[in-house]
């Protein structure tokens, strides 16, 4: 998210005018605007870390020949 404080300033106005604009609560909403904005981006961060581990190749593990003692000697 290029900036931060602009998008939760943004979401709060949206969440205050959503509440019908009540006063002296600027504090709240920016609180709630900013945890929800966080964890959208916690959760947005583990989705793509699990389909990038998801996604990655496995590399084929070849089994190893090991000669007996009897085909060594």
Same mark, same amino acid.
């Given at each position: ?5 602009? !998008?939760? &300033? %943004? ?14 609560? #600027? ?5 709630? !605007?900013? &945890? %929800? ?14 389909? #990038? ?7 084929? &593990? ?12």
């Amino acid at each position: 998210m290029p900036n931060l404080e602009e !998008a939760i &300033r %943004e979401r709060a106005y949206h969440l205050w005018i959503t509440d019908g604009r009540p006063e002296g609560q #600027a504090d709240i909403y920016w609180l709630s !605007a900013q &945890r %929800e904005l966080l964890t959208a981006s916690v959760e947005g961060n583990a989705v793509a870390g699990v389909r #990038a581990t998801a996604t990655k190749p496995k590399k084929a &593990r070849l089994p190893r020949f090991r000669k007996s003692k009897a085909q060594a000697g």
